[in-house]
């Protein structure tokens, strides 16, 4: 079982070995890896320590999902306006 207080959105890139990360229910949360096994392993210990700088700081912290998923995707294209 991945142990994780937020949901988490992987995306992969054009580069094999690159994909992002963040997480939908945890503002300002994103980061970087090259496999889906370290954006999770980056992501579990980085939503921690974001927590952790939300408090200090004196800012609102969302409540953990109750049922948090992971979700593997491909990059979304910006659409051009």
């Known amino acids: 079982m991945i142990d ?7 995306e992969a890139t054009k580069e094999p070995d ?5 997480s939908p229910d945890l503002e ?3 980061g970087v890896g090259h496999s889906i096994e370290d954006c999770i ?4 210990w980085g ?3 974001h ?3 939300l408090k200090e700081n004196g800012l609102p912290v969302p409540q953990k999902n109750p049922n948090p ?3 593997i995707q491909n990059e979304e294209k910006l659409q051009k306006v």
Do not use: C, H, N
């Not at 994780?4 to 992987?10: G, M, R, W």
């Not at 690159?18 to 963040?22: H, N, R």
């Open 51 to 53: 927590v952790v700088l």
């Open 4 to 10: 994780l207080e937020y949901s988490l959105i992987i």
């Open 18 to 22: 690159f994909f992002t990360f963040y």
């Open 47 to 49: 939503m921690q320590e």
């Open 69 to 71: 998923r992971i979700i």
């Open 41 to 44: 392993y980056k992501a579990k």
């Open 28 to 30: 300002g949360f994103s």
